[in-house]
């Protein structure tokens, strides 16, 4: 299983960006979907969760200008980001919780990380 994000770029404060990701491979069901950031220097954080069923849950930091999105036809997630600040300055990575087969755990798969950068 691979996840592949794409996206990322320079903004200015105020601007929009699109995250996208895509799981591919042996996929049996994918559970919860989600977006985390890391800044220079930060611990990683949770940014957005998404449920098979498509119920959303969001950071504090974002709620308002963040929306997560699914389409389980195609595994993928989406990450609509408006109003960037500098604070959102991060590398961010999509995560899934991923069955590969009907009787195997999930495990966690994580994409590469695509970076974000919010400057004037």
């Known amino acids: 299983v691979q996840l592949q994000a794409s996206g990322g770029g320079l903004v200015q404060p105020g601007g929009s960006l699109r995250l996208s990701c895509a799981a591919s491979?042996?996929?049996?069901?994918?559970?919860?979907m989600a977006w985390y950031r890391q800044a220079p220097g930060k611990q990683r954080e949770l940014v957005a969760t998404?449920?098979?069923?498509?119920?959303?849950n969001y950071a504090d930091s974002v709620k308002g200008r963040f929306t997560i999105s699914r389409d389980n036809a195609k595994n993928t997630v989406s990450l609509q980001m408006n109003n960037l600040q500098a604070e959102d300055t991060a590398v961010y990575y999509c995560?899934?919780?991923?069955?590969?087969?009907?009787?195997?755990?999930?495990?966690?798969?994580w994409g590469q990380g695509t970076q974000v950068t919010v400057s004037s």
């Open positions: 998404i449920t098979s069923t498509g119920t959303p």
């Open positions: 491979g042996i996929i049996f069901d994918i559970n919860v």
């Open positions: 995560n899934a919780a991923i069955r590969t087969h009907s009787r195997s755990s999930r495990s966690d798969y």
